[in-house]
Nanobody
């Protein structure tokens, strides 16, 4: 059974940097795309970015473009979301998800983690 576990969230201040981790297990991911989304309560999930597991091709959404970087760590079966210059509007629950189709729509992704909260304060 495929499992994704996010970690690394917490409370930070404006301008800080933070790295989130997504550890994947229970499957083979050679054909997979791993994406990061974020969500504020009552709002739709917003695409942050994605990476292909096999070749490391990345795409970034407009929400955080220029302030985020996604990478893989195949030794540890992990995907990282590095965020910098954080703003209060970046406060959200951040989710990682896997699928076999590149894209920004949540419907493209089959397996999801439970999310990790990031709170950016002034």
């Amino acid at each position: 059974q495929v499992q994704l576990v996010e970690s690394g969230g917490g409370y930070v201040q404006v301008g800080d940097s933070l790295r989130l981790s997504c550890t994947v297990s229970g499957g083979t991911f050679s054909n997979d795309v791993i994406a990061w989304f974020r969500q504020i309560p009552g709002m739709d999930q917003v695409f942050v970015g994605s990476i292909t597991w096999s070749r490391g091709y990345t795409w970034y959404g407009d929400s955080m473009k220029g302030r985020v970087s996604i990478s893989t760590d195949k030794l540890n079966n992990a995907i990282y979301l590095e965020m910098k210059s954080l703003r209060p509007e970046d406060t959200a629950v951040y989710y990682c998800a896997t699928g076999e189709r590149v894209g920004s729509r949540p419907q493209y992704y089959v397996h999801w983690g439970q999310g990790t909260q990031v709170t950016v304060s002034l």
